[in-house]
């Protein structure tokens, strides 16, 4: 699957990208966990429709 996925670092959205992701797990809070295609986790909450990667890059 494909979806627009928000990219938040340091608390702030950085930009908003579609990416490919397949589904690890699914939670009864109304969250899934999804993989894009390097391996990052991908945060979907139901109740507001939207995909977070959260970026911890200390580069």
């Known amino acids: ?3 627009d996925v ?5 608390g702030q ?6 990416m490919k992701l397949k589904p690890v797990k ?3 809070n109304n969250t899934v966990i999804y993989e894009n ?3 990052h986790a991908v945060i979907y909450f139901k109740k507001k429709d939207e995909y977070i990667l959260v970026s911890i890059d200390m580069a």
Not at 6 to 10: A, M, P, S, T
Not at 13 to 18: A, G, H, Q, S
Request: aromatic letters at 4%.
């Open 1 to 3: 699957m494909v979806a």
């Open 6 to 10: 928000k990219i938040i670092e340091g």
């Open 13 to 18: 959205l950085i930009k908003t990208e579609k």
């Open 26 to 28: 699914e939670f009864s």
């Open 37 to 39: 295609e390097e391996g």
